[in-house]
């Protein structure tokens, strides 16, 4: 009896079985708060589990991919990048538009972070560009995804030429790395059921009230570049009905990246997705870990809004022209946001610093962004996350119908 409960349940609706996890979290965490804590705990290992599986995956998946690809065989990495940046830049400018149209000013408050922002764009392109050349066994233990890729790519190279058994045995590795993570993946109802119990217990909403106009712009911004500015980048690239890609792109990649909070914990769930979809392995296997790192339009999204919230706070008049070099600038920056929950709010000075805020101020800046996380965070994770697979599927098939 109970193997045939398992049976159903490992065959059942995955987004079905995480929607009623979502709904037992919060109804837990009505109901019993200490409870909710405790459970907590299934959450973390869910995502501690999804952090840990990624970067080997990674690896392994792109030396694989790349030792074994056939001649004359090709990826399709060129437009997905070039669809990466400009879905990252129209981002920005969406936000700066919804900026200019509702302006919102804040009620700063003490920085919650003591962490040092970076002090320049040369700055974040230098620490990109050391990432490059970490140490594959630094990369691999800090989730270094740039740093991964470079090896990953680097080792299928030179395994192209290898003997036939050799790439067996990588082959065989990818497979098993990706039957771990699919066992991982199923266990995401329970996780996320961890994870918004947790939340709901120790946050509530009652701290985002004082900043609705704030939330209102972000919200409003990722749900135009989500449900309006992507579907038409996917038409204009497929000549095809967008919206059953990215609909399923946000139901089954966007809901689980909204409770990791965590474009490199859900790189296991886009490469899932992306072989559901029978997408190219030698491309999705690249190009996805390349997302978590490069597509960032919900970072530019919040680094862009909190900004010129700041600026509007403090009565600083801004052109529109100076508002798109801000986006420009917030576009490159959000490249170099980290892969984890809250990455995109230490790059917030950098942008202040182009307006003259000091960065006592900028710093009180992030601090609000620190207490909207709950929401801002997981809605800025669930776009990025979502569009990477959006933007390898929609590049994917054009190339294919060629």
């Known amino acids: 009896m109970l193997n045939t409960l398992i049976a159903r349940i490992a065959k059942g ?60 065989q090709h990826s399709y990495m060129r437009p997905i990048v070039i669809l990466y940046l400009i879905g990252t830049f129209l981002a920005a400018i969406t936000a700066v538009v919804l900026s200019f149209a509702f302006p919102t000013t804040l009620t700063l408050v003490e920085s919650t972070t003591s962490v040092t922002p970076p002090q320049g764009i040369a700055e974040v392109l230098h620490t ?50 990706s039957q771990i993570v699919r066992f991982i993946i199923r266990l995401a109802p329970l996780g ?57 792109c946000l139901r089954e990649s966007g809901v689980t990246a909204f409770f990791t909070r965590s474009s490199a914990a859900n790189i296991p769930v886009n490469m899932a997705l992306c072989e559901k979809l029978k997408l190219d392995e030698d491309t999705y296997s690249v190009s996805i870990p390349l997302g978590a790192t490069i597509n960032m339009g919900g970072a530019a999204i919040t680094i862009t809004v909190l900004t010129l919230a700041a600026v509007h706070t403090l009565g600083i008049q801004v052109d529109f022209l100076s508002a798109v070099l801000l986006s420009l600038i917030a576009a490159i920056s959000a490249c170099g946001a980290s892969g984890v929950a809250g990455g995109s709010l230490l ?40 569009t990477d697979v959006v933007f390898t599927a929609a590049a994917c098939r054009a190339e294919q119908a060629k």
């Open 13 to 72: 609706n995955l987004v079905m079985q995480i929607l009623v996890g979502i709904v037992a979290g919060a109804i837990l965490a009505t109901v019993s708060p200490s409870t909710a804590t405790s459970v907590g705990l299934l959450g973390s290992l869910f995502v501690g589990a999804l952090k840990a599986v990624a970067p080997i995956l990674v690896f392994i998946l792109v030396a694989a991919s790349i030792a074994n690809q056939k001649k004359n």
């Open 192 to 248: 996320i059921f961890g994870l918004v119990a947790a939340t709901f217990a120790s946050t509530g909403f009652s701290a985002l009230l004082g900043y609705a106009n704030l939330l209102f712009v972000l919200l409003s911004a990722m749900l135009v570049i989500a449900l309006v500015v992507n579907p038409i980048i996917v038409w204009v690239k497929t000549k095809q009905n967008p919206y059953p890609l990215v609909l399923q």
């Open 128 to 177: 990109l560009l050391f990432k490059l050349v970490d140490n594959p066994v630094h990369a691999l233990m800090d989730a270094n995804y740039i740093g991964i890729l470079a090896w990953g790519i680097g080792l299928g190279l030179a395994l192209h030429h290898a003997s036939d058994t050799t790439k067996s045995v990588f082959e065989d590795l990818s497979h098993g790395v």
């Open 347 to 386: 790059l917030i000075p950098l942008a202040c610093s182009l307006f003259g805020i000091p960065n006592e101020v900028a710093m009180q800046v992030v601090g609000v962004g620190f207490i909207i996380g709950v929401i801002q965070d997981s809605a800025e994770t669930a776009l990025n996350s979502s």
